[in-house]
């Protein structure tokens, strides 16, 4: 059973880079099963993808969010992270690592979520 | 990008009643190759993160009660849960991952009439 485990800062300034890291326990993050992911959701509104990263290191990302976002692994501590630079109050959002099996991309393991809210 | 668009956005279901929220995508998730539908549902609770339900359209995720099933293909879907308990309020989802960005209905807020 995959456990995953959000942590970082709840307040970053506008104009900063938001920075959270996914710890995965109960597997290895490099056992290549899976692939590792990144949601959001702002108060009152839906699920967003922000983009994943396999093993490899190969990532996809949203291209909504394209030009900010960095999603990297680091397979020796099993976690994966998530910079989003230049935020605005406009990512002020509960965000999920998720992940799933690598031949579909639905979603079985969830973090707790941590909100981050983007404030001067 | 495939926009799934869900309805009703609320419902109010008596317990014991069957309660049924729709999912439309706006262009097929239903792979080819495999025949299998890129559809998954979700429920989400205050204060907990969300659960996975369904996947490939209308398989359960282990340990989801048979009372919630999942149907549909091509660009129509629904969730049914047969007969409602309390624990079932909460807002559902539907997500598609056919193809990235993956995305995700507005959501179904379900209550207890």
């Known amino acids: 059973q995959v456990q995953l485990q959000e942590s970082g800062p709840g307040l970053v300034k506008p104009s900063q880079t938001l920075s959270l890291t996914c710890t995965v326990s109960g597997d290895s993050i490099s056992s290549g099963d899976y692939c590792w992911t990144w949601l959001r959701q702002p108060a009152g509104k839906g699920l967003e993808w922000i983009g994943r990263?396999?093993?490899?290191?190969?990532?996809n990302y949203n291209p909504s969010l394209k030009s900010r976002v960095t999603i990297s692994v680091d397979t020796s501590k099993d976690q994966f992270s998530l910079n989003l630079s230049s935020v605005t109050a406009a990512d002020t959002a509960v965000y999920y690592c998720?992940?799933?099996?690598?031949?579909?991309?639905?979603?079985?393991?969830w973090g707790q979520g941590t909100l981050v809210t983007v404030s001067s | 990008d495939i926009v799934m668009t869900q309805s009703p956005d609320s419902l109010a279901v008596s317990l014991g009643e069957r309660a049924t929220i729709n999912c439309k995508s706006s262009q097929s998730v239903l792979y080819g190759s495999n025949n299998k539908n890129y559809l998954a549902w979700y429920q989400l609770k205050p204060g907990q993160p969300p659960r996975l339900l369904i996947y490939w359209a209308s398989t359960r995720e282990s340990g989801v009660p048979d009372r919630f099933s999942g149907s549909g293909s091509g660009t129509d879907f629904t969730l049914t849960i047969s007969s409602l308990q309390a624990e079932d309020v909460a807002v559902y989802y539907c997500q598609q991952y056919y193809s990235t960005p993956q995305t995700f209905g507005q959501g179904t807020k379900l209550e207890i009439k």
């Open positions: 998720v992940s799933g099996p690598l031949d579909a991309y639905y979603f079985n393991y």
């Open positions: 990263i396999y093993t490899s290191g190969t990532t």
